[in-house]
């Protein structure tokens, strides 16, 4: 099993391009996550997934936006990026909302 | 909101000693969850333990344990025998839909 993967590793943007991060699970998990984490923040939330075809805000969700087509992938989107969502993104998932959430190695992203 | 707040954005411990990480909470949930998880320099997290906040009993985990305080919501982890590899980041979080993590705690582990 591959777990959680993230797609890409690392990505570098300009202000005001897009781009989509891709998050897959394995283990039939019901629920998915995406948090950012930044220096002296710990993670936070910025949208989850409790089903396949269900989304719902976090803590931060402004300037994200998220699919959940297949139950196996999570889908997070930067339509405008800007230099505020430099950051480093987590998806996990659990498979209920009081299980361990299991991470994927993350996403370094870098907008100039 | 929740709120998870580590006190001690770093601590230091020589192998083979015992070191504990602080952390409360605040929560309006009747029911949740607590966790501490580890982050490493390759930057993985990984779950150290978990603890369901309607048992008394305190989890533990080989040489991991907490001491919950429930009615002062607080979680702290203790790490006994301490190894060179415990070296890493630690965030406690709380939840039950969704979870809080804290800002973490950095243990640096010394020969």
């Known amino acids: 099993n591959a777990g959680v993967t993230q797609t890409p590793k690392f990505r570098v943007l300009k202000t005001g391009q897009s781009m989509t991060l891709l998050c897959a699970q394995d283990?039939?998990?019901?629920?998915m996550y995406w948090y950012r984490q930044d220096p002296g923040m710990g993670l936070r939330l910025i949208h989850y997934?409790?089903?396949?075809?269900?989304?719902a805000k976090g803590e931060v969700p402004d300037g994200y936006n998220v699919s959940r087509l297949k139950k196996q992938n999570f889908l997070l989107g930067l339509e405008s990026a800007a230099p505020s969502q430099t950051s480093v993104y987590f998806c996990?998932?659990?498979?209920?909302?009081?299980?361990?959430?299991?991470f994927g190695p993350g996403t370094r992203l870098t907008v100039l | 909101a929740q709120t998870v707040t580590q006190s001690q954005p770093e601590m230091s411990v020589q192998e083979a000693e015992t070191v504990t990480l602080s952390c409360t909470y605040d929560?309006?949930?009747?029911?949740?969850?607590l966790f501490w998880y580890k982050q490493p320099p390759s930057r993985q997290m990984i779950l150290v333990i978990r603890?369901?906040?309607?048992?008394?009993q305190n989890a533990t985990e080989n040489r991991f344990s907490v001491n919950f305080q429930k009615a002062a919501k607080s979680f702290s982890l203790k790490i006994s025998d301490s190894q060179l590899g415990d070296a890493a980041m630690y965030f406690c979080?709380?939840?039950?839909?969704?979870?809080?993590f804290g800002k973490g705690t950095m243990l640096l582990v010394s020969p």
């Open positions: 996990a998932s659990s498979q209920t909302r009081s299980n361990e959430q299991f």
């Open positions: 283990m039939n998990h019901e629920y």
């Open positions: 997934s409790v089903g396949e075809g269900t989304t």
């Open positions: 929560t309006s949930e009747s029911d949740y969850y």
């Open positions: 603890q369901e906040a309607y048992k008394q």
């Open positions: 979080a709380s939840g039950y839909s969704t979870l809080t």
